[in-house]
């Protein structure tokens, strides 16, 4: 077999010609995507390209934030692989301050120099400067990935974070019954820093706007399912800050903690998310109806000083109307891939996502 040809995407590319203005140019060379190599073991090899670059994004109504954001998107682009591929990354920096990626959860065994701790494994990446991470994709389960320069600004506040779902070798039985799978990004800003771009994540912050996937009620959307349906809800505390999740109408199954299976799953309504922490749920669709999920703690489900934001969505079953005078939602534009639901259908590789992208900063 000759040399990998596999060369995706330069990822600030894709999408951009929906509503983004064109951001730098593609490398022709670069913007080939041909399906992964495959290699010896059945370990497939990965192979991208991805650039830092900053960006606004709009948590909700008026409120934009300004980020760091790899491939110009927040969250980041779904690395979706399985258990034992190989995984190569040039990351492109074509901001203004330095930055890195920590592949949290990855073991990097034998590669302990990609786990992208600056003067610690690397030097941060200079502006205008490359580095490529190469390395395999274990242990399985939900990891993610996140700027280690500077965290308490880059990734609390600035959006350097993203997904990285390993599918084992060999899935449990309760994984293999799921009909749809969701990820949920929560974090947490602080409107005092939102255009001070290489400011902010200081001691005493007001953390006054809570989103999941970058996006704050109003803003996000419901997951809509039918009865039968088994659903498996990824959920990663992105930012600094504790996300006390309550899912009414069921009880669902905490499953894996950090991508790993509990001995034995733990029957619950509510999950508390950590700083860093991912815990996988499985929930048995079997109460039509339309059901909120919220934060439990209040001050989450507010934007600014107003109430009724934040970590607020619902779970919509197919078949219940939708046209009370008094539901909220009821003419809701819907988009679909805020979970990455359907990203997580492709076939692996890594995926944007263009509802993501953000406006360059001028
Ligand atoms: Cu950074």
Known sequence: MGPITRRDAVLKGLGAAVAVPA??????????????AVGKAGAAQHKF????????????????????????????????????DHVEVLLN????????????????????????????????????????????????????????????????????????????????????????????????WASSWADKLGQGGMPGDVFDYFTINGKSFPETQPIRVKEGDVIRLRMFGAGGGFHSIHIHGHVFEIVFKDGHPLPAPIKADTVLVGPGERYDIILRCDNPGRWMIHDHIDSHTMN?????????TLIEYEGIPRDQSYYHWAHKEFVPDFYYEQSLRKPHGIHTNPNFKGVPVA
């Not at 951001?23 to 992964?36: E, F, H, M, W, Y």
């Not at 600014?304 to 970590?311: A, L, M, S, W």
Request: charge should be negative; include cysteine.
């Open 93 to 188: 920096n074509l901001t203004t301050l330095p930055h890195t990626i920590h592949w949290h959860g990855l073991l990097q065994r034998g590669t302990w120099e990609m786990d992208g701790v600056p003067d610690m494994t690397q030097l941060g990446i200079q502006p205008g400067d490359s580095f490529t991470y190469k390395f395999v994709a274990e242990p399985a389960g939900t990891m993610w990935y996140h700027c280690h320069v500077n965290v308490n600004e880059h990734v609390a506040t600035r959006g350097m974070w993203g997904p990285f779902i390993i599918d084992p070798v060999k899935p449990a039985l309760i994984e293999r019954e799921v009909t749809g799978d969701y990820i949920l990004m929560f974090s947490e």
């Open 304 to 312: 600014g000083h107003t109430p009724h934001g934040g970590v607020m």
């Open 49 to 84: 390209e991805m650039n830092i670059e900053e960006t606004r994004i709009t948590l909700v109504g008026q409120q934009t934030f300004q980020t760091f954001a790899y491939a110009g998107q927040v969250p980041a682009p779904l690395f979706h692989v399985r258990e034992g």
């Open 23 to 36: 951001l730098t140019a593609v490398a022709p060379a670069a913007a080939k995507s041909t399906g992964p």
